[in-house]
Structure formats: C-alpha cells, structure tokens
C-alpha cells in the first residue's frame, strides 16, 4: 500500500487550481499525490462543443504531468473502486491501495445506472469523457434516437448538442429543469429544446429499465435503446462511510473538510454544501481556499471558510455556437454569449497547460 500526507484524488477544476498554485509558489511539506483517470484532465465544459465538433479533443484537455511535475506533485493514474473514509484508504480498480493521512476528492458527479432488466438498452455515462468519446463514436456509425437522464445544465447542453445529430432525443429530469437556475433561463432553455425537436419530460424520475423501455414508477415512458446518463453521485461514496446529502452527495463543511470526516476534503461536483450549486464555475472559486486549507492542514494551522455566491453567472452552450446566459432574474441568449463562454473556456484550458 502507498502512503501519502495527502493525496488530491481527482483532476477536476478545483484541483487543476491547486496543481497551477503550487506551479507558482512553493507546495506545502511532506507526499503530495494525485489520482487521475489518465495522463490528460478533461475540461468538462466543452464537453458540448467536442461533441458537436466545434472543438477537437486536443482543445478539451490539460496534460497532466507538467503540471505535476511543476508542482513537484507526483502522478497516479488508475480509477477508484472503493473509498474506506474512517482509514482514509482509496482502492483502485487494478488492486491497488493508495492511504492517506489528509484526503481531497475532486471526482465530479458520476452516473447511477437505474437497475436494468435485460440487455436491449445501450447505456452510455458522460463521465468518464474518455469512454464517452470512446462509445460516442460507436453510436455516430449507426445513428439511433436516445434518451438522456438529467434535467442540470449537462443534460440540456448534451441535449442541445446531439438534437440534430441523432433521429430524435429526449430528455428526462427527476424534477423540474434547470433547477435552481434563473426562471428566464430555463424558459429559455424550454423553448429551445422544443424548437430543436428535443422531447422534455420534467418531474419524471426513471427507476429502472426494462429490456427497451424507461419506466418511471411503474409507467412505461421511453421506448428505445440508447441512454445517456448525465447527472448523479458517484456509486462507491455510498459505501464510503462519508456523510452524504439527500441526493448522494459528500456533505461538507464551509471550510470544504467533509462534515463526518475532518481530514477528508470534498469540492466540486462531488460535493455539497449549502447556497453552492454544483458547478464548474463554483469549482473554479473553491480552488483558492481549497489551496489554502490543504496548505494549513499539513502545517497545523487554522482552515478558512469558502463563502459560496448565492447567484453566479449561468453559461450554457445550445450547440450551434450559441449560448443562454443567466444573471439573477436575468436572461439573453445568442451568439454574442457563445464567444463569451468560448473564450472564457479557451482560457481556462490555456491557463493550467505548462509545456514540458
């Protein structure tokens, strides 16, 4: 078993802000690790762009041992089966065992598949990216119509995305859309998912699936064999001993430490705190504290809190180049907002990319 000081399991956006800190300045004392799937950190929002091809995949990642190398952080790559909170013990896929005395989680949402009977349903996760892209292609030679579960920010993009890609798309939300986001913006977001023929069933939660069917309850409501899961806590947290909110998410603390687990941090999509929606712009803020409280966690000073924006700037790509846009009560959409949420997605990319 290896053992860290402290591992960052995860290459999300918080912890490419810690990684792109400690390029910069000195990294705090004793084993840094990080945990990631691959050699290169996926920037999920321009998942939508690079699906419908107006990035390509180099565009849509940061390589990752650069950056840790920078930042004298050394490079696991492997996937988490399992997390043991009280040891602090990550187990690995391939077997291994990764132990920690201070543990950060960056491992964004992950995809629940609703209990399958049958084999008839085809079901692809939009996380990892890696294997989306990789089961993505395989769809693209044989296009079928589809359906998506998630009614958050991702399932409307993926939506928008793929509506004139494939025979016809239907989304699926457990509540209503978009919510917690401007009611401009989601009557927006409505009215475009309808223009391009996209099928939107909201407050309809899938239970399970029965050979080519969806059922909501016992209601049969989608027929057909792709699904695409796009929103969700990850399956291993539950088992993880970690307190988890309503919906399966890590619990924390405003300080980001895991409200069961002090020398557990958790950020990110992964992560739930209250007044802070789950998002990559909310990620992104959380990376300074984040720096900080790991910083003063391995040298035994006081932690700081993250004070979360009860409103934060809403960008969501409509697949054409475009973007919806909310602020507040506020709401516009076009081409205008697509360059805006381009370029501010461009640079965050070229900010944690260090060459060598």
């Not at 089966?81 to 201070?102: F, T």
Request: with cysteine; charged share 20%; net charge positive.
């Amino acid at each position: 078993m290896s053992r860290y000081d402290l591992l960052l399991a995860g290459a999300g956006h918080a912890h490419l802000g810690v990684l792109r800190r400690w390029a910069l300045v000195e990294r705090p004392p004793g084993r840094i690790g990080v945990l990631a799937l691959g050699p290169d950190a996926w920037y999920a929002g321009m998942l939508p762009g690079l699906i419908s091809g107006r990035f390509s995949e180099a565009d849509c990642r940061v390589e990752l041992q650069p950056l840790c190398r920078a930042a004298k952080v050394e490079l696991i790559e492997g996937e988490i089966a399992a997390l043991d909170a009280d040891a602090r013990v990550l187990r690995l896929v391939d077997g291994r065992s990764l132990a920690a005395e201070w543990l950060s989680l960056n491992v964004g949402a992950g995809m629940a598949i609703p209990p399958q009977q049958g084999d008839a349903m085809q079901v692809l996760a939009a996380r990892p990216i890696g294997a989306l892209l990789e089961g993505w292609r395989q769809w693209q030679a044989e296009p079928r119509r589809m359906a998506i579960l998630g009614g958050g920010a991702g399932g409307v993009e993926l939506a928008l995305a793929l509506a004139d890609k494939v025979p016809g798309v239907a989304l699926f939300c457990g509540g209503p859309l978009l919510a917690g986001l401007a009611p401009g913006l989601r009557l927006r977001a409505l009215g475009l998912l309808r223009q391009r023929g996209v099928q939107v069933r909201e407050h309809c939660p899938i239970g399970r699936i029965e050979d080519d069917w969806l059922l909501s309850g016992d209601e049969p409501v989608w027929r057909g064999r792709r699904l695409l899961l796009a929103s969700g806590a990850r399956p291993w947290l539950a088992a993880s001993g970690l307190a988890r909110d309503a919906a399966g998410f890590v619990a924390i603390r405003p300080t980001l430490q895991s409200e069961s687990h002090g020398q557990i941090f958790a950020v990110g999509d992964s992560a739930s705190l209250d007044g802070m929606r789950r998002s990559g712009r909310f990620a992104v803020r959380q990376a300074p504290v984040l720096t900080a409280n790991l910083q003063a966690a391995l040298v035994g000073r006081p932690l700081r809190p993250y004070r979360a924006q009860w409103q934060s700037l809403a960008l969501l790509a409509t697949g054409d180049g475009g973007a919806l846009l909310g602020w507040h009560d506020w709401s516009a959409g076009g081409q205008l907002y697509g360059r805006c949420k381009d370029w501010l997605d461009r640079r965050f990319i070229q900010r944690h990319r260090l060459a060598g």
